[in-house]
């Protein structure tokens, strides 16, 4: 009797491990509104991937090493959507990290995760922030510096980061996207069409108003022309 070859066992990389997305409400909504936010901000360039809340897998062969980023941004890798992240079929280094930390993720945040990026991910530069101010620091941002994290000092309240080209801050207590040159606030899609249309709205008004102004002259005109 023949024996059966059997067939290689093939290496899984889990895409989930079905836990929730984030800590809290506030936490989803904010790392969804800061990967749309990063990549609406980078849509022309071509070779600039944003994305959160993924599998990221940092050593080939081995499913255990993975980490799994709130936000990151990475150049050198096109916008093709990706169901997991291996650093050894794209860039193996990281640009941009933000991890949305809470007192039972801090631990995790500022070591295992920290030293991760730093000496294996290389990312340039990593941000941790509480959205409800539970922890201490709350807001905090590091730049890698021959290999080693330096802590980014604050700028008017807010932390500058050069991957980015743009600063983060609070901004009516939420999250947000900071451009110092030109003094103008970034945010998710729907808040960029509430301020079109606040301003659309604001011209129409503003429009009416002249129009009106407009015929109140016409008519006094009319009215000097008629007594003459």
């Known amino acids: 009797m023949k024996k ?30 800061m990967i749309e936010t990063i990549d609406w901000l980078f849509r022309d360039v071509p070779d600039v991937h944003v994305c959160g809340n993924m599998f990221l897998y940092y050593e080939e062969g081995n499913p255990r090493k993975v980490i ?5 941004m990475v150049r050198g890798v096109s916008k093709k959507a990706l169901r997991t992240y291996k650093t050894w079929e794209q860039q193996p280094y990281l640009d941009f990290v933000l991890e949305l930390a809470s007192p039972s993720t801090y631990t995790k945040d500022f070591n295992e995760k ?20 539970e922890i201490e620091p709350s807001f905090v ?4 510096v021959e290999g080693v994290y330096e802590e980014i000092a604050f700028v008017e309240g807010r932390l500058p980061f050069e991957t980015l080209g743009l600063a983060l801050g609070e901004r009516d207590g939420v ?7 030109k003094g103008e606030w970034f945010g998710p899609g ?8 606040n301003r659309a709205a604001e011209e129409a008004r503003a429009r009416r108003e002249t129009e009106a102004e407009l015929e109140k002259l016409r008519a006094a005109l009319e009215q000097l022309q008629s007594s003459e």
């Open 4 to 33: 059966r070859i059997a067939a290689a066992p093939t290496l899984v990389y889990p895409e989930s491990d079905g836990e929730p997305m984030a800590e809290s409400g506030r936490h989803v909504r904010l790392l969804l509104d």
């Open 68 to 72: 799994s980023p709130d936000v990151f």
């Open 114 to 133: 920290k030293a991760i990026y730093e000496q294996i991910l290389r990312v340039q530069e990593y941000c941790i922030y509480d959205p409800y101010h």
């Open 141 to 144: 941002g590091f730049r890698l």
């Open 175 to 181: 999250l947000r996207l900071y451009d110092p040159v």
């Open 190 to 197: 729907r808040e960029h069409a509430a301020e079109a249309e």
